[in-house]
């Protein structure tokens, strides 16, 4: 979908809403839904419907690595020969689990090296109480998550396999808010992807970023209001940044968690689709 098309079809779903009262675009403290509860074991995992026909076993090598002042991420990377683009991945407010891991070797298996990295100092939420205390202290000092990431850039660029200029970043909810962020630094990356995460919508601000978005959103989502989502998408467009903006009318935050009361498969499906595309497009092209 252009980016005419991706404005068009979120000024059809304001249409849809138009009965709903809609927020005032601000800049929220966001906070992930705390109905939604990492996956268990036995529960439903994305890679299980994402599955694109690859046993990422037999596709990706992967393994836990030291990328920062003692932090250890965990890194996908497919098992052959050749240099690759690669995705740093950022983690929900849950922290780095087995979620997202099984979704960095998923992601590796379609030809690129990503790196999962950890905001959280090795710990991991199980609890939205717990979540909650971890990502307060990152938004209340985010300077060392931000170094945190670009360093993960920085170790991913050094690597033999990975094609240093296409480096991108992906993060969900908590993350796609500091995929945001680390786009706002103006550290050199191919693309940022954002999945219902924290937004920016002042212009100078967003005049750092320099490579193409790509954003996925819930229409009912009461963290990230459309009308923020607008604004956003607006105001890129005024500074000149390529983007694609998604919106899925009928669904909330956090959508694409398969353990959460708001999980939609069918979305997810589609909104993971659209993002190996943007994926495609900005860092194989």
């Given at each position: 979908m252009s980016q005419l098309n991706s404005l068009v079809a979120i000024i059809a779903i304001v249409s849809l809403l138009a009965a709903c009262q809609i927020r005032p675009s601000a800049a929220p403290d966001v906070q992930d839904n705390n109905n939604v509860e990492p996956a268990k074991e036995g529960e439903q995992k994305n890679v299980d419907m994402l599955d694109s026909g690859k046993n990422a076993d037999d596709y990706v090598f992967a393994e836990d690595v030291v990328y920062y002042d003692g932090t250890t991420g965990f890194i996908a990377r497919p098992n052959d020969d050749?240099?690759?683009?690669?995705?740093?991945?950022?983690?929900?407010?849950?922290?780095?689990?087995?979620?997202?891991?099984?979704?960095a070797r998923q992601l590796a298996a379609e030809g690129y090296v990503v790196l999962a990295v950890d905001l959280y100092d090795g710990q991991v939420a199980t609890d939205a109480a717990k979540a909650g205390e971890l990502v307060s202290a990152v938004r209340q000092n985010p300077e060392p998550a931000l170094k945190n990431l670009k360093a993960a850039v920085a170790y991913?660029?050094?690597?033999?396999?990975?094609?240093?200029?296409?480096?991108?970043?992906?993060?969900?909810?908590?993350?796609?808010?500091?995929?945001?962020?680390?786009?706002?630094?103006?550290?050199?990356?191919?693309?940022?992807?954002?999945?219902?995460?924290?937004?920016?919508?002042?212009?100078?601000?967003?005049?750092?970023?320099?490579?193409?978005?790509?954003?996925?959103?819930?229409?009912?989502?009461?963290?990230?209001?459309?009308?923020s989502v607008m604004e956003f998408?607006?105001?890129?467009?005024?500074?000149?940044?390529?983007?694609?903006?998604?919106?899925?009318?009928?669904v909330g935050h956090a959508f694409a968690n398969p353990s959460g009361a708001n999980y939609a498969p069918d979305e997810t499906k589609d909104a993971w689709d659209k993002t190996l595309s943007f994926l495609e497009k900005n860092l194989k092209q």
């Open positions: 050749g240099t690759f683009p690669a995705v740093v991945m950022i983690h929900e407010w849950w922290g780095l689990n087995d979620n997202i891991k099984d979704m991913l660029r050094s690597q033999e396999d990975v094609i240093p200029e296409k480096v991108a970043s992906l993060g969900w909810c908590f993350g796609g808010g500091m995929s945001l962020q680390l786009a706002l630094t103006g550290t050199p990356l191919a693309a940022t992807i954002i999945y219902y995460g924290s937004l920016e919508t002042n212009a100078t601000k967003l005049a750092a970023i320099k490579q193409p978005v790509l954003g996925i959103f819930g229409g009912k989502d009461t963290s990230i209001p459309l009308a998408n607006s105001t890129l467009g005024q500074i000149g940044t390529p983007r694609d903006i998604y919106v899925y009318p009928e």
